[in-house]
C-alpha cells in the first residue's frame, strides 16, 4: 500500500519557503475572503498577534518588580536590588566583568600587615568566574558562577575554601570577621571567617524575604542590616567572642520601607534611602533613627564615603550631605558633580567609585592603597578613570 500524501497546492513547490496559502501543506484561499467573514479573520488574526508580542515581547524583570502574594488580593511592590558589578572595601575596589574579575588598591587576598598593592587593575585569577564579591580586612567570600561560595583569609596560604551547604546565594555582605549570605528563599545564613577555621553557616533568625543585606565592623562588633521585598530592615550584632549567631536582632516601625541601604559613618551607623527619597541614619539597634533634610524622589541607590550620596535615575550623582565633625568631607564634596549615566555606585569609608553605562570606572577620595586604580597613590578631590583595559 502506497503513503498517504497530504495535498499539494498548485504552485506550491518542495524545498523552497512556501507563501502563505502554501502553509502546512494544507491549500489555502488565494483570494480574501468577502464580507462578515474576512471581518472575523482580520479580529482573529490581530488577536493573535497582541497575545504572541504579549508573550514574546516581555522585557527582562526589574529592580522594582509587581509580584502576586499569596492570600492578598492585590499584588504588592518588590524592591529588588540588582546584582553588584563594582565593588568597594577597606582600601580596595573591584569590578566584576565578564572577561575577568578586576582589582585595584589593596590586593583582596592580603591583609594591612602584609599588604600587596596593585596602583591600576589587574586581573585576580583565583576570582574568575565570580558573580557576588564581598571582602573586608583581608578576607573575603565570592558567589561563584556555578553556584558555590567560596572564602579566603589573608592570613592562610590555603587555597579557596567552599561554604558548605550554601549556593545559589542573592546578596553577600562582609564584616571584620564574618559574612552574611542571603538565599534565593530570602533567609540569611551567617559564619565566621578566621584563618584555619573551616566556615560554618548558621541561620540568622527572624529574617525572611531578605533581598539585601549592608555589614560592617567596629571595636563594638560585627554588625549587619537586612532589607526584605516590603522594604522592611532589621539588624543585628555579633561581639568578639566568637560565633556566627547573632546576641540580638533588632527592628523599627519607626524607619519608613527602604529602597537602598548602606553603612554610614564611624562604622557602626547605616543609613537607608526609603521610597519616597528621603535618607534616614541609624544605629544597628535601629533606636531613633534621624532624617536628613531634603528628599530624592527618583533616587535609586545610596553610598557613603565621606559623603552621603545617591544615584539618580538620571545617572548623575547628588550629594546629600558630609557628616564628618571635623570637615575633611568637605575636599571631596563635589567629587561627583561631573559623572553621567551612572549605572551603579560603591564606596568605603575613605574612597567611592561610579560605574557608567559604557562601562567606564572613575573613583575619588583616598588612595594611600592605589584603590582609585589611576596608576598613582595621591588622593583625588575630583573623580578620575580608572585605567581598566578594554
Same mark, same amino acid.
Given at each position: 500500500?502506497?503513503?498517504? #500524501?497530504?495535498?499539494?497546492?498548485?504552485?506550491?513547490?518542495?524545498?523552497?519557503?512556501?507563501?502563505?496559502?502554501?502553509?502546512?501543506?494544507?491549500?489555502?484561499?488565494?483570494?480574501?475572503?468577502?464580507?462578515?467573514?474576512?471581518?472575523?479573520?482580520?479580529?482573529?488574526?490581530?488577536?493573535?498577534?497582541?497575545?504572541?508580542?504579549?508573550?514574546?515581547? #516581555?522585557?527582562?524583570?526589574?529592580?522594582?518588580?509587581?509580584?502576586?502574594?499569596?492570600?492578598?488580593?492585590?499584588?504588592?511592590?518588590?524592591?529588588?536590588?540588582?546584582?553588584?558589578?563594582?565593588?568597594?572595601?577597606?582600601?580596595?575596589?573591584?569590578?566584576?566583568?565578564?572577561?575577568?574579575?578586576?582589582?585595584?588598591?589593596?590586593?583582596?587576598?592580603?591583609?594591612? $600587615?602584609?599588604?600587596?598593592?596593585? $596602583?591600576?587593575?589587574?586581573?585576580?585569577?583565583?576570582? #574568575?568566574?565570580?558573580?557576588?564579591? /564581598?571582602?573586608?580586612?583581608?578576607?573575603?567570600?565570592?558567589?561563584?558562577?556555578?553556584?558555590?561560595?567560596?572564602?579566603?583569609?589573608?592570613?592562610?596560604?590555603?587555597?579557596?575554601?567552599?561554604?558548605?551547604?550554601?549556593?545559589?546565594?542573592?546578596?553577600?555582605? /562582609?564584616?571584620?570577621?564574618?559574612?552574611?549570605?542571603?538565599?534565593?528563599?530570602?533567609?540569611?545564613?551567617?559564619?565566621?571567617?578566621? $584563618?584555619?577555621?573551616?566556615?560554618?553557616?548558621?541561620? =540568622?533568625?527572624?529574617?525572611?524575604?531578605?533581598?539585601?543585606? =549592608?555589614?560592617?565592623?567596629?571595636?563594638?562588633?560585627?554588625?549587619?542590616?537586612? #532589607?526584605?521585598?516590603?522594604?522592611?530592615?532589621?539588624?543585628?550584632?555579633?561581639?568578639?567572642?566568637?560565633?556566627?549567631?547573632?546576641?540580638?536582632?533588632?527592628?523599627?516601625?519607626?524607619?519608613?520601607?527602604?529602597?537602598?541601604?548602606?553603612?554610614?559613618?564611624?562604622?557602626?551607623?547605616? /543609613?537607608?534611602?526609603?521610597?519616597?527619597? /528621603?535618607?534616614?541614619?541609624?544605629? $544597628?539597634?535601629?533606636?531613633?533613627?534621624?532624617?536628613?533634610?531634603?528628599?530624592?524622589?527618583?533616587?535609586?541607590?545610596?553610598?557613603?564615603?565621606?559623603?552621603?550620596?545617591?544615584?539618580?535615575?538620571?545617572?548623575?550623582?547628588?550629594?546629600?550631605?558630609?557628616?564628618?565633625?571635623?570637615?575633611?568631607?568637605?575636599?571631596?564634596?563635589?567629587?561627583?558633580?561631573?559623572?553621567?549615566?551612572?549605572?551603579?555606585?560603591?564606596?568605603?569609608?575613605?574612597?567611592?567609585?561610579?560605574?557608567?553605562?559604557?562601562?567606564?570606572?572613575?573613583?575619588?577620595?583616598?588612595?594611600?592603597?592605589?584603590?582609585?586604580?589611576?596608576?598613582?597613590?595621591?588622593?583625588?578631590?575630583?573623580?578620575?578613570?580608572?585605567?581598566?583595559?578594554?
Amino acid at each position: 500500500m502506497g503513503r498517504s #500524501r497530504l495535498p499539494r497546492t498548485p504552485g506550491c513547490s518542495v524545498g523552497t519557503t512556501p507563501p502563505p496559502r502554501c502553509l502546512s501543506g494544507v491549500s489555502t484561499p488565494s483570494r480574501p475572503l468577502a464580507g462578515p467573514l474576512a471581518l472575523l479573520a482580520a479580529l482573529a488574526a490581530l488577536a493573535l498577534l497582541v497575545s504572541a508580542c504579549a508573550c514574546a515581547c #516581555r522585557g527582562p524583570s526589574r529592580a522594582s518588580d509587581i509580584v502576586p502574594v499569596e492570600g492578598e488580593e492585590a499584588p504588592r511592590r518588590v524592591d529588588r536590588t540588582p546584582p553588584r558589578r563594582l565593588v568597594a572595601g577597606d582600601g580596595a575596589t573591584c569590578l566584576l566583568r565578564d572577561d575577568a574579575t578586576w582589582c585595584w588598591g589593596v590586593d583582596p587576598r592580603t591583609e594591612r $600587615a602584609n599588604v600587596v598593592v596593585h $596602583a591600576a587593575p589587574v586581573a585576580i585569577e583565583p576570582l #574568575r568566574g565570580v558573580v557576588l564579591l /564581598a571582602m573586608a580586612h583581608g578576607t573575603g567570600c565570592g558567589a561563584f558562577d556555578d553556584g558555590a561560595v567560596r572564602c579566603w583569609h589573608a592570613r592562610g596560604e590555603a587555597p579557596m575554601v567552599a561554604v558548605p551547604g550554601v549556593r545559589d546565594v542573592r546578596c553577600l555582605a /562582609a564584616s571584620a570577621a564574618r559574612m552574611s549570605a542571603c538565599t534565593r528563599e530570602g533567609e540569611v545564613v551567617a559564619w565566621e571567617l578566621r $584563618a584555619g577555621l573551616s566556615p560554618s553557616p548558621e541561620r =540568622v533568625p527572624e529574617l525572611h524575604g531578605v533581598v539585601e543585606l =549592608v555589614a560592617q565592623g567596629s571595636w563594638g562588633g560585627d554588625t549587619a542590616c537586612a #532589607r526584605d521585598g516590603d522594604g522592611d530592615v532589621r539588624c543585628w550584632k555579633w561581639d568578639h567572642a566568637g560565633g556566627s549567631t547573632p546576641y540580638w536582632t533588632g527592628h523599627s516601625s519607626e524607619l519608613p520601607r527602604a529602597r537602598s541601604l548602606s553603612p554610614s559613618i564611624y562604622g557602626y551607623e547605616y /543609613a537607608a534611602l526609603d521610597r519616597d527619597g /528621603a535618607i534616614h541614619v541609624f544605629e $544597628a539597634s535601629l533606636l531613633a533613627p534621624r532624617t536628613l533634610p531634603g528628599a530624592f524622589p527618583g533616587a535609586r541607590a545610596l553610598v557613603h564615603d565621606r559623603c552621603h550620596r545617591v544615584v539618580e535615575a538620571s545617572g548623575a550623582i547628588e550629594v546629600v550631605g558630609c557628616p564628618y565633625d571635623d570637615g575633611s568631607g568637605e575636599e571631596t564634596r563635589h567629587a561627583t558633580d561631573s559623572l553621567r549615566e551612572v549605572v551603579e555606585a560603591a564606596a568605603s569609608d575613605d574612597h567611592g567609585c561610579a560605574l557608567t553605562r559604557s562601562g567606564e570606572v572613575w573613583c575619588w577620595g583616598d588612595n594611600a592603597y592605589g584603590q582609585l586604580g589611576d596608576g598613582t597613590r595621591r588622593p583625588r578631590a575630583a573623580a578620575v578613570r580608572v585605567a581598566l583595559p578594554r
